[in-house]
């Protein structure tokens, strides 16, 4: 089955740029996702890229796929206190009926 | 105006028992799905529904029945609750399978 990884961690400063990076095997799949998750709430689908594009970019977050390398990153410009969260990828199956999710990457913004 | 509601927020109970968690949709999405993270954060789907009708099983012990009794609820009960059943359970719809989904805001089981 789809296997995504993501690195367990991530500690920034207020103000600079963020980058998430996520893994993943199957290279079938169509659509990838990244949510985020505050204490004790749900997840937040933050947006989505289509496995035909490069790149996305949506205010401060931009997406970048490399398919060739399987490899999908999150990069959140100008940081702020309130981007501290658990950030989770999503890659949906070929059949497009599943997602499987990373471990998620937790961001902590120092002032 | 709660997308997607999700009923207790917490429940803790004993080993042995048998409960039920809530879930219910405003959006109109045809595809409702059960989540479970545990304590690692780590996320994995546990069952997917379309149009009531059950699309994904993964894996998951008999003890757990989800039940969708239309479009906009999927309830999900647990028989015999073990320890191990501790976790966060998270509801969640989408338009189609596996597209964009919207989550619930979780219920944190607590099996003592």
């Known amino acids: 089955g789809e296997d995504v990884e993501q690195s367990l961690f991530l500690s920034v400063r207020e103000g600079d740029s963020s980058v998430i990076n996520c893994t993943y095997t199957d290279s079938s799949s169509t659509y990838l996702y990244w949510y985020k998750q505050e204490p004790g709430a749900g997840l937040q689908l933050l947006t989505y890229i289509f496995s035909n594009m490069d790149m996305k970019q949506d205010q401060r977050l931009t997406v970048l796929l490399n398919k060739k390398d399987k490899h999908l990153s999150l990069r959140i410009a100008d940081t702020q206190t309130g981007d501290s969260a658990i950030y989770f990828c999503a890659v949906e199956n070929n059949a497009g009926n599943m997602l499987t999710f990373g471990g998620g990457t937790r961001l902590m913004v120092k002032p | 105006d709660t997308a997607v509601s999700q009923t207790p927020k917490y429940l803790v109970t004993q080993m042995g028992n048998d409960k039920s968690i809530k879930c219910e949709q405003n959006?109109?999405?045809?595809?409702m799905y059960w989540y479970k993270q545990d304590s690692k954060k780590f996320l994995k789907i546990m069952f997917s529904y379309n149009n009531k009708e059950l699309i994904i099983n993964e894996t998951v012990p008999n003890r757990f029945s989800p039940k969708s009794p239309d479009k906009a609820h999927l309830n999900l009960h647990i028989n015999s609750l073990e320890l191990g059943d501790s976790a966060v359970y998270f509801c969640a719809s989408s338009t189609g399978q596996g597209r964009e989904q919207y989550f619930g805001p979780g219920t944190r089981l607590t099996v003592t």
């Open positions: 959006l109109g999405h045809d595809t």
